[in-house]
T-cell receptor
Framework: GNSVTQMEGPVTLSEEAFLTINCTYT??????LFWYVQYPGEGLQLLLK?????DKGSNKGFEATYRKETTSFHLEKGSVQVSDSAVYFC??????????FGEGTQLTVNP | EAEVAQSPRYKITEKSQAVAFWCDPI?????LYWYRQILGQGPELLVQ????????DSQLPKDRFSAERLKGVDSTLKIQPAELGDSAMYLC???????????FGSGTQLSVL
């Protein structure tokens, strides 16, 4: 079946540090891949997406590249801010627009 | 900016009672989803509607859960009877074009005592 595995959290960084949150997936076919973010007290928001191998999604300084050979979609940001503190979810979409989410990674950025 | 509306924001109930959650998607969004998010885990799809029709309810515990979207707009998710293990956040989401860009509401936090 389809599944998404994220690095274990929580992750705590200082402001301006480099961020990597690992995500690997198992799926049949060629799924689209997503990163969603959930700020405290809010619903999930789409952060970025990639629909085919070697695509790079980017938004708000975050990037992730669809790596088919390693079945990965790691999230990166060069310099995090306190306002980036949130829970980040990796997800894949298979046929019928059904999303399968990873368990989420809590990020805390300290000033 | 248009949002997905959910109510109530919080619900506390005793086991064996019935509970209902309401969702109003973004206007014009044909696809509506109900997800359940247990603390510390990612959301899991319960049911997906395309207009008023159910297109995926394979993970919905149909002995106690039901969902409807009678006019293809707002939707109600019901649990009867509630069990302790149903305590979770229930998220509603809608989508316009079925390509993975979902808009989520803030959710209903259910506590079953």
């Amino acid at each position: 079946g389809n599944s998404v595995t994220q690095m274990e959290g929580p992750v705590t960084l200082s402001e301006e540090a480099f961020l990597t949150i690992n995500c690997t997936y198992t799926a049949t076919g060629y799924p689209s891949l997503f990163w969603y973010v959930q700020y405290p007290g809010e619903g999930l928001q789409l952060l970025l997406k990639a629909t085919k191998a070697d695509d790079k999604g980017s938004n708000k300084g975050f990037e992730a590249t669809y790596r088919k050979e390693t079945t990965s979609f790691h999230l990166e940001k060069g310099s995090v801010q306190v306002s980036d503190s949130a829970v980040y979810f990796c997800a894949l979409e298979t046929s019928g627009s059904r999303l399968t989410f990873g368990e989420g990674t809590q990020l805390t950025v300290n000033p | 900016e248009a949002e997905v509306a959910q109510s109530p924001r919080y619900k506390i109930t005793e086991k064996s009672q019935a509970v209902a959650f309401w969702c109003d998607p973004i206007s014009g969004h044909a696809t509506l989803y109900w997800y359940r998010q247990i603390l510390g885990q990612g959301p899991e799809l319960l049911v997906q509607f395309q207009d008023e029709s159910v297109v995926d309810d394979s993970q919905l515990p149909k002995d106690r859960f039901s969902a409807e979207r009678l006019k293809g707009v707002d939707s109600t998710l019901k649990i009867q009877p509630a069990e302790l293990g149903d305590s979770a956040m229930y998220l509603c989401a809608s989508s316009e074009d079925r390509v993975g860009k979902l808009f989520f509401g803030s959710g209903t936090q259910l506590s079953v005592l």
